[in-house]
């Protein structure tokens, strides 16, 4: 079964740590995406990456970081935890539009990981 | 830029019915149209994916139809089930963008 594994269900940091999440996909796909959800504002956009060593800014990357060293890894850094970045981080990769576009085909989701910053 | 609404927020009805879950977006110049579920503390699983040039996908009890010119998606649901109770979200995806719409909770009674 095909599938994009999120490293940690639930996390707890203090404000200033650096935080890593780390996403994993089986299915040889080139986009991956890292989104955050929060109650009232949907999901959005954090960074997407559409090969390796690629990245592109998504809604809002402001505090965050992310790599791709390997076409199956895509790992979001958080460089100093802050309060506001409490939330659930999705992390999901689809294959690329025809022609190569970084919007999706069929997109698989992580479980996601539920950030907590004290 | 891409807005995505959907209408209702929340939905409530008793196992049996036939529902309809609505979804608009502001630009037409989408290369597709997804469904997915998500349920509570739980990542997003894809349900259907209507290519731009199709009028509806069909899984099971489940349509999803589009209509590009009037900038609308709407998600059919028949014979709720009591297991159908979940978040349903949409998004429209450009060609380097995917815009989410902010879903429907829906709760089936028994």
């Not at chain 1, 991956?32 to 559409?50: E, K, N, T």
């Not at chain 2, 998606?73 to 979200?89: C, H, K, M, N, V």
Request: charged share 20%; with cysteine.
């Amino acid at each position: 079964d095909v599938k994009v594994t999120q490293s940690s269900r639930y996390l707890v940091k203090r404000t200033g740590e650096k935080v890593f999440l780390e996403c994993v996909q089986d299915m040889d796909h080139e986009n991956m995406f890292w989104y955050r959800q929060d109650p009232g504002l949907g999901l959005r956009l954090i960074y997407f990456s559409y090969d390796v060593k690629m990245k592109e800014k998504g809604d809002i990357p402001e505090g965050y970081s992310v790599s791709r060293e390997k076409k199956e890894r895509f790992s979001l850094i958080l460089e100093s935890a802050s309060t506001n970045q409490t939330s659930m981080y999705l992390c999901a990769s689809s294959l690329p539009l025809l022609g190569g576009g970084a919007g999706a085909n069929v997109l698989t989701f992580g479980a996601g990981s539920r950030l907590t910053v004290l | 830029k891409q807005e995505v609404t959907q209408i209702p927020a929340a939905l409530s009805v008793p196992e049996g019915e036939n529902l309809v879950l609505n979804c608009s977006f502001t630009d037409s110049a989408i290369y597709n149209l997804q469904w997915f579920r998500q349920d509570p503390g739980k990542g997003l699983t894809s349900l259907l994916l209507i290519q731009s040039s199709q009028r509806e996908q069909t899984s099971g009890r489940l349509n999803a139809s589009l209509d590009k010119s009037s900038g609308r998606s709407t998600l059919y649901i028949a014979a709720s089930q009591p297991g159908d109770s979940a978040t349903y979200l949409c998004a429209a995806s450009g060609y380097s963008t995917l815009t989410f719409g902010k879903g429907t909770m829906l709760l089936v009674s028994p």
